[in-house]
């Protein structure tokens, strides 16, 4: 069965500094993987998708993922933090019959 | 890109009282969308998925009779969560995919759902 892991519950960085934002899956074939950022009461913002090709994807806000089917992880990085990053994320795996699998997230704080 | 809006963003109500929430599409046409609710502090949980025109498709656990699903036309879904009580209070997220085979999702900005 398809799953996400965020093994990560909460992360705390200094302002300025790098992150990264650990993200593995469990999915037999070519996974479609995403990445979400949630603020407080507010829907879901996509970050960034992978779907095939390079491996290493840009998205929004200067985040990046990097997707290794050896290690099966789609982690996300940043290489430095702003303060208004502070948010919930979300990992996703979407499988062949389009349903969303999300990992349980990793809340993101930031220090000034 | 493609946006989704949620109406009401959030909603107040009595136990007992029924409480509809309104996913539209407004720029593409959604064959299928999607209901997921999140409790706090935790990820998004499936509720039902529903294609335009036919019933909805709800998850195990999901009672079908409380949580009413209507997918009346390709821009307009909508939940309606009956005789609500407090531990119906969550907050409720849709979703839009146009077509197949794959496209991606469009979430909505969710709707804050408080049983009194």
């Known amino acids: 069965a398809q799953s996400v892991t965020q093994p990560d519950i909460h992360i705390t960085v200094s302002e300025g500094a790098s992150l990264e934002l650990r993200c593995n899956y469990s999915?037999?074939?070519?996974?479609?993987l995403f990445w979400y950022v949630q603020s407080p009461g507010q829907g879901l913002q996509l970050l960034l998708k992978y779907f095939s090709g390079d491996t290493l994807v840009q998205g929004i806000k200067g985040f990046e993922a990097e997707f290794k089917r050896s290690q099966s992880s789609f982690n996300l990085r940043k290489p430095s933090v702003h303060w208004s990053d502070a948010a919930e994320y979300f990992c996703?795996?979407?499988?062949?019959?389009?349903?969303?699998?999300f990992g349980t997230g990793t809340s993101l704080t930031v220090i000034p | 890109g493609a946006v989704v809006s949620q109406h009401p963003s959030w909603v107040i109500c009595k136990s007992g009282t029924s409480v509809k929430i309104e996913c539209r599409s407004l720029d593409f046409q959604a064959t299928t969308m999607f209901w997921y609710r999140q409790f706090p502090k935790q990820s998004l949980m499936l509720m039902a998925t529903?294609?335009?025109?036919?019933?909805?498709?709800?998850e195990q656990g999901v009672e079908k009779d409380k949580f009413l699903i209507n997918h009346a036309s390709l821009t307009l879904s909508t939940l309606t969560v009956t005789s609500a009580h407090p531990e119906d209070s969550s907050f409720y997220i849709c979703?839009?995919?146009?077509?197949?085979?794959?496209?991606?999702?469009?979430f909505g900005p969710g709707t804050r759902l408080t049983v009194l």
């Open positions: 996703a795996v979407v499988d062949t019959g389009n349903q969303f699998y």
């Open positions: 999915y037999g074939a070519t996974p479609y």
């Open positions: 529903s294609n335009e025109g036919s019933k909805a498709t709800y």
């Open positions: 979703s839009a995919r146009a077509g197949v085979p794959y496209n991606e999702q469009f």
